[in-house]
């Protein structure tokens, strides 16, 4: 019926789960040092899954980030080695894209930590640059303003390739993003330099009201929520860890697939998981998908 590109589930959870390491603020960073091939093996069980996109583990990779830290300095290495964990699980596979991810500067969900624009494009065409020719879209993931939109997207667009943009709603009410923001006034922005607009990063629900929101768009759109209850205070604070946030007890395979297929049935043709969303969850998704005789792409 409809041609469904499937996206990945969250890289980060798997990762604590898999490797048994308590959360730290680089923790997704460091476990590619700490177990070498992890980061693929999960690339390749959501591949398995039904997942046509592996988002490369580049979303914390900033010069913010790792300053201070026994890996500053170590930036090239560390996008070549999340970029080759994502195309040899592709290649392995046998189909399928790579997304390069770019993350916010500061912090997730700060809004306010976001600096001056000149900065802001500056950091963010550094971390362009490093993806470069080892990606086949770029994907700028959990935006949380209008001058964040504005920003990722001037430095993203250097690269040549496709640019998805991919916005987070507050989680109580889906109409504005995390900034306070109407999520209706990033459309004239994203559809000057996006080839895809996204929700990520929000509950099911509100990423729900946002798509109503966002549907009549002339671009591709989407969504990815992530499993938590809410985004505690706990997060919002310095240097914060996955070990702040709950997961919600209704988030099962079978419940989250409901919420993907009514975003489908509002025209969303991207689609997968964002935080707390396994292989488990994108199988599922798959199956439905097929069942609705979607084409997944």
């Not at 040092?33 to 996109?53: E, N, S």
């Not at 990815?224 to 860890?241: C, D, H, M, R, W």
Request: proline letters at 5%.
């Amino acid at each position: 019926m409809t041609d469904i590109t499937l996206l990945d589930g969250g890289m980060g959870q798997e990762l604590v789960r898999r490797s048994g390491d308590i959360p730290t603020p680089m923790w997704s960073t460091q476990v590619m040092q700490d177990h070498p091939g992890l980061v693929q093996a999960i690339h390749a069980d959501f591949f398995a899954a039904g997942a046509t996109i592996a988002t490369a583990n580049t979303y914390a990779l900033h010069r913010d980030r790792v300053a201070d830290t026994p890996l500053e300095g170590q930036l090239p290495d560390l996008f070549a080695r999340a970029l080759n964990e994502a195309s040899t699980a592709r290649a392995q596979h046998g189909s399928g894209r790579v997304a390069g991810a770019i993350g916010p500067l500061g912090a997730s969900y700060r809004p306010d930590l976001h600096p001056a624009s000149d900065e802001a494009v500056a950091l963010f065409t550094e971390v362009a640059d490093h993806l470069g020719e080892g990606c086949d879209l770029i994907l700028c993931e959990t935006v949380s303003s209008l001058a964040h939109a504005r920003d990722v997207l001037a430095a993203a667009r250097t690269t040549g390739k496709p640019v998805w943009l991919a916005m987070t709603v507050d989680d109580q009410d889906g109409n504005v993003l995390r900034s306070g923001e109407p999520v209706a006034d990033v459309l004239p922005i994203a559809e000057n330099g996006a080839d895809a607009l996204l929700i990520n990063c929000s509950s099911p629900e509100a990423i729900t009201t946002a798509l109503d929101k966002i549907k009549h768009t002339a671009l591709p759109f989407g969504a990815y929520a992530n499993g938590f209850v809410q985004i505690s205070e706990g997060f919002l604070e310095e240097k914060p860890t996955v070990d702040a946030l709950t997961l919600r007890h209704d988030f099962t395979p079978e419940t989250y697939a409901d919420h993907v297929m009514a975003w489908i049935d509002m025209g969303a043709t991207i689609v997968g998981g964002c935080c707390e969303v396994s292989p488990t969850h994108i199988a599922e998704i798959a199956r439905r998908l097929r069942a609705a005789e979607h084409t997944i792409v």
